[in-house]
């Protein structure tokens, strides 16, 4: 696939002062609605997962759940919910984590990975990596491999990665 242009980055939308004054939210929803920008980014996810041979790709609440779904289907993986804390039906492993501006819990289904499972974790968005890191730990909590970590979104100067260099961690669009 040829290298990703700037365009996907114009079709991205400023919200300032979201969740809270001093954000600044990267609002994907005009990307999610022109089909070509939305091909564009789920075809260079799948590209790269391909070769990690996922046995799960893994979903991190909420945002990461639109793309998730839709790789797992073209990878033939299974998909796996990561939720925040009381969202999940079935006995859950659990992980407390700081966000770039508060704190959470995620959780898992205790049966969601089996021992040497290889899980790819997808979300929308790598700021400060926390939220990926949690998920890392539950993964690992559970036996499973992190093969992979795909974002839509990274916010380069947040030094996410710092927290992930376990990890392979690929982003469409850096900012």
């Known amino acids: 696939m040829a290298p990703l242009t700037s365009s996907l980055k114009t079709i991205i939308r400023d919200i300032p002062d979201f969740p809270k004054k001093g954000i600044l939210f990267k609002d994907i929803t005009p990307l999610l609605k ?3 920008a939305f091909h564009e ?3 260079t996810m799948t590209e790269w997962l391909l070769p990690e041979k996922p046995d799960y790709i893994l979903g991190i609440e909420s945002r990461g759940f639109i793309f998730s779904p839709v790789l797992a289907y073209k990878l033939n993986a299974g998909f796996i919910p990561v939720r925040k804390k009381g969202k999940l039906p079935h006995e859950t492993e659990e992980v407390a984590y700081a966000l ?3 704190e959470a819990v995620l ?3 205790r049966d969601a990975v089996s021992a040497g499972a290889r899980v790819a974790i997808v979300d929308d968005l790598l700021a400060t990596g926390g939220t ?3 998920a890392a730990h539950l993964v690992e909590k559970l036996g499973g491999k992190v093969v992979s970590m795909s ?3 990274e916010l380069s100067f947040l030094n996410g990665r710092e ?3 376990h990890y392979p961690v690929k982003s469409v669009i850096t900012y």
């Open 41 to 43: 980014a789920i075809d």
């Open 34 to 36: 022109e089909p070509k």
């Open 107 to 109: 959780e898992i289904h």
């Open 100 to 102: 770039e501006y508060g």
């Open 132 to 134: 990926a890191l949690a």
């Open 163 to 165: 927290k992930l260099t």
């Open 151 to 153: 974002f839509l979104i």
